[in-house]
């Protein structure tokens, strides 16, 4: 397995949130990001994961809830790459996926574009 810090990859996230171009990040809505180790036991490939209601999906009853959570997941990210270019490039393919969940786009498109 490929060895990184969690504070190396906390950066490699937060760099690729940064390359989301600035018109979609001005329309992200009550998300925040976080960083995880491992996946649920039931799902230990799982690279990354969107909870909450998509933007597409809230209506006038949408307020006062808690933001919608976006986790990228470090250990099946770095289990399943052969390098950090490899980290880097899976890293922003995870993280776009996921903030496309967060605008309503579901896997099939998502696979659809490339990103899955």
């Known amino acids: ?14 760099e690729a949130l940064d390359r989301i171009p600035p018109e979609l990040t ?3 809505d009550n ?6 180790d491992e ?3 039931d799902d230990p ?3 990354g994961l969107y909870e909450g209601t998509p933007l597409t999906d809230r209506g006038e009853w949408y307020a006062g809830v808690l933001p919608d959570r976006i986790t990228i ?13 490899d980290v880097v490039a899976e890293t922003e393919v995870t993280v776009v996926h996921e903030i496309a969940h ?10 659809a574009l490339g990103y899955g």
């Open 1 to 14: 397995m490929l060895e990184m810090t969690r504070e190396e990859f906390e950066e490699l996230v937060a």
């Open 26 to 28: 001005r329309l992200m």
């Open 31 to 36: 998300v925040a990001v976080f960083v995880e």
């Open 39 to 41: 996946p649920p036991t």
């Open 45 to 47: 490939e799982l690279l």
């Open 73 to 85: 997941y470090r250990g099946p990210t770095l289990r399943m790459c052969d390098s950090r270019e």
């Open 102 to 111: 967060h605008f309503g786009i579901d896997d099939a498109r998502l696979h």
